[in-house]
């Protein structure tokens, strides 16, 4: 089993160094690699599945134009196009459920939500959301009651049809086979990484409706489940869905530019140029350990057992996750899965780069998955701006 982990010493120091080289925000393609690849775009008469990740798109914006991204990239091909949010659905705590005091922060909830729901629904297309950390109160208390009131928020919606997966309070994994091609299987990764499991004992896994009970009443009961969902795909590619990226160069993987080793506070409020030199980086790797990071215990530990499981799935998986407020594409030179990040929906932070790293960029997006009829797979990111979409990259996912 290989160990995911963290940034080591003197690479966490080396980035004061690689920030200035490699840009945070800049735009990234491994050497060698073509970017454009224009057959990548299947046809609809080549398309078998098109699957959207569209990652943290919850922030009250109805101008958001990344949404309107989805009903550009299923355009001839709706009735074969999927939308999957990639959790943060509702900044900042998620949607408050009807016995709390907080109609207002409800209401502005509920707001955040219909704005997605409505983008698949101009889109045509199916939407399936997948729970991150600020769905869940912000890892807070409150978080089953909250997840709770989104999964009844999406079930009664009509915009579009919406459905979260797995169950408020299960960490699945919930199987939907679509097309001929591909697998697609929801996990929630913030249940995984909770000290408490709510609801445990009533979760189960696989297909909707016809879900069997988890093998055992605790984490390994998931991985159990997970295991055979994986192999059990058959001819498929598996695309695994969580919020918690397996790998990123993110702050979430160790990454912070030199802006933020000098002025730490500006990651909380970009106005902030207070001086606090070398000091938040190094507190936040060696001393706090937030689980919602690679480098934190119980994260370490869900990285490495996801990746066991992928690693022997049929074919090369491909594990798609948002959390990180950018776009990535990462391979792995020991293990046959390909590493998605698309979390730059409505938020945006710096982004570094390591020898895996094949894309990357901290703009606006969103990315776009092919199932081709023939078993061929590729990823496409498109980017927003105020000139209008582009498509930056794309890339053939080879076995």
């Not at 776009?368 to 078993?375: N, R």
């Amino acid at each position: 089993m290989r160990t995911a982990t963290g940034l080591g010493t003197g690479l966490l120091l080396a980035t004061v160094v690689t920030s200035v080289a490699c840009g945070g925000h800049s735009l990234y393609v491994r050497p060698g690699v073509d970017p454009r690849c224009a057959t990548c775009a299947a046809s609809p008469a080549q398309l078998d599945t098109r699957v959207l990740l569209i990652g943290d798109a919850g922030e009250l914006d109805p101008g958001n134009p990344a949404l309107d991204l989805l009903g550009d990239l299923a355009a001839g091909a709706p009735s074969r196009s999927v939308a999957v949010f990639l959790g943060d659905n509702v900044y900042p705590r998620g949607l408050p459920g009807a016995g709390e005091e907080a109609p207002d922060e409800r209401v502005t909830a509920e707001q955040i939500l219909q704005l997605q729901v409505a983008a698949a629904g101009r889109a045509g297309i199916p939407a399936v959301f997948v729970a991150g950390n600020h769905d869940w109160d912000k890892s807070g208390p409150r978080g089953l009651e909250r997840m709770q009131a989104q999964e009844a928020f999406l079930a009664e919606a009509t915009a579009a049809e919406a459905v979260l997966h797995p169950s408020a309070g299960c960490p699945g994994p919930v199987v939907l086979d679509l097309g001929e091609r591909v697998r697609l299987i929801a996990v929630d990764s913030e249940w995984l990484l909770r000290e408490d499991h709510p609801k445990l004992t009533d979760c189960t896994w696989g297909a909707p409706g016809e879900q069997n009970p988890l093998p055992s009443s605790d984490a390994e009961g998931f991985y159990a489940a997970l295991a055979e969902a994986v192999q059990g795909a058959g001819g498929r590619r598996v695309l695994l869905a969580t919020h918690h990226p397996l790998k990123t160069r993110g702050s979430h993987g160790g990454y912070f530019t030199a802006k933020e080793f000098i002025f730490p506070l500006t990651l909380f409020k970009s106005w902030l140029y207070l001086p606090i030199p070398f000091v938040y980086p190094p507190l936040r790797y060696w001393v706090v350990r937030s689980d919602q990071d690679l480098y934190g215990s119980r994260n370490r530990e869900m990285v490495s057992r996801i990746e066991e499981i992928l690693a022997a799935a049929p074919a090369a998986a491909i594990a798609a996750a948002g959390h990180e407020h950018t776009l990535q594409v990462f391979d792995d030179p020991e293990l046959p899965i390909w590493y998605l990040v698309s979390g730059s929906a409505a938020k945006l932070e710096p982004t570094g780069k390591s020898d895996d790293t094949i894309f990357k960029h901290a703009a606006p997006g969103i990315m776009a998955v092919d199932f081709f009829a023939d078993g061929r797979v590729s990823v496409r990111v498109v980017e927003v701006s105020a000139t209008g979409s582009k498509q930056v990259f794309a890339l053939w996912l080879d076995e």
